[in-house]
């Protein structure tokens, strides 16, 4: 996930991102932020869940191997899907890529 291009794209999420962050660990800064996030995902799933844009990564079989996909719910009637992912980590990208910019548009709407 390129966090930098996220910041550009999506700057009120990306600084909704921050608080979420600094408010859980106030010692750590912005880079330090950012690298932990590059590094495991699993924060931004209660990230995103507060914000009610409910991101699942899930697998399903595909002939002799195993796929991944993403699946964003909202605390809603919407739905949005991307799958064919080759591992987990990709998925999880993508999906939480897709997320920022969802949140971005609630947030700047």
Same mark, same amino acid.
């Given at each position: 996930?390129?966090? %930098? ?5 999506c700057? @009120? @999420?990306?600084?909704?991102? #921050?608080?979420?962050y ?21 924060g #931004?799933?209660?990230?995103?869940? %507060? ?37 987990? #980590? ?8 897709? @997320? ?8 700047? @709407?």
């Amino acid at each position: 996930m390129n966090l %930098t291009h996220i910041q550009a794209t999506c700057p @009120a @999420a990306f600084a909704e991102m #921050l608080t979420f962050y600094g408010e859980a660990a106030p010692q750590l800064r912005e880079w330090e932020i950012k690298k932990l996030i590059e590094s495991t995902c699993r924060g #931004l799933y209660d990230f995103f869940d %507060t914000h009610g844009v409910c991101v699942e990564v899930t697998h399903y079989p595909a002939d002799d191997r195993i796929l991944w996909e993403w699946v964003i719910g909202y605390f809603g009637p919407d739905v949005e899907a991307n799958d064919g992912y080759a591992t987990r #980590l990709d998925a999880e990208h993508d999906g939480f890529a897709f @997320a920022f910019k969802l949140l971005e548009k609630r947030l700047t @709407a």
